[in-house]
């Protein structure tokens, strides 16, 4: 069993910043990529940043230049910095990463934390 569990949404006025985390947890050998998703009301979900093993970064153009995904292999969390915060960022930002266990990979979520933006 494996799990994810975010903190640090909530309120902010827009051009402020917020630090997403998302701690791992569960019995597995390591992490490959792990990734920060968006999901707006009435909205597909929406990738944001991933990172890779390796300290790769993507970012989906909408954000780039504002937010920073870092992550910390050995307390297995990931972080998204947000900065210069817009009110078309309010979204529930989820966690996603892939787990290597024996007998193969698994992909997992966590529960989600609210981001509010105001204008």
């Known amino acids: 069993q494996v799990q994810l569990v975010e903190s640090g949404g909530g309120l902010v006025q827009a051009g402020g910043s917020l630090r997403l985390a998302c701690a791992a947890s569960?019995?597995?050998?390591?992490?490959?990529?792990m990734c920060w998703f968006r999901q707006a009301p009435g909205k597909q979900r929406e990738l944001v940043a991933l990172?890779?093993?390796?300290?790769?970064?993507n970012y989906a153009d909408s954000v780039k230049g504002r937010f920073t995904i870092s992550r910390d292999n050995a307390k297995h969390t990931v972080y998204l910095q947000m900065n210069n915060l817009r009110p078309e960022d309010t979204a529930v930002y989820y966690c996603?990463?892939?787990?290597?266990?024996?007998?193969?990979?698994?992909?997992?979520w966590g529960q989600g934390t609210q981001v509010t933006v105001s204008s």
């Open positions: 996603n990463a892939d787990f290597v266990r024996i007998g193969g990979v698994l992909g997992s």
């Open positions: 569960g019995s597995f050998l390591s992490i490959n990529a």
């Open positions: 990172i890779t093993s390796g300290g790769s970064r």
